[in-house]
């Protein structure tokens, strides 16, 4: 069992940047994929970037491709969400979800069912 914990959300102008942070309490962080997602009011969850356990390879949703970047630190226990040139349609809740799977299938990484431990949400908001 994994808790995880998100921070660094908060409320920035649009084009602005914002660092989300999620700590894992596990000593075998290294050992799970980590994704983030997010979800707007009246909205389904949507997938945001995923990277593989030793960080080698990552994934991007379409809307943030280009714009965010995400990277982690096994040492810390620690994944990071760096989100630059915000737009309002980025305001979201936004979650860190691990999943305990030994391979990392860019096909599978964006579906939040498979993913077996979510934080509670950091809210993000973009004003214009």
């Known amino acids: 069992q994994v808790q995880l914990v998100e921070s660094g959300g908060g409320l920035v102008h649009t084009g602005g940047s914002l660092t989300l942070s999620c700590a894992a309490s596990?000593?075998?962080?290294?050992?799970?994929?980590m994704g983030w997602f997010r979800q707007a009011p009246e909205k389904e969850r949507e997938f945001v970037a995923a990277i593989s356990r030793r960080g080698r390879s990552t994934d991007y949703g379409d809307s943030v491709k280009g714009r965010f970047t995400i990277s982690r630190d096994n040492a810390k226990n620690t994944v990071y969400l760096q989100m630059n040139s915000l737009k309002f349609e980025d305001t979201a809740v936004y979650y860190c979800?691990?999943?305990?799977?030994?391979?990392?299938?860019?096909?599978?990484?964006?579906?939040?069912?498979?993913?077996?431990?979510w934080g509670q949400g950091t809210q993000v908001t973009v004003s214009s």
């Open positions: 979800a691990a999943r305990s799977d030994n391979i990392y299938r860019s096909t599978s990484v964006p579906r939040a069912r498979e993913y077996d431990y």
């Open positions: 596990a000593g075998t962080f290294s050992s799970y994929i």
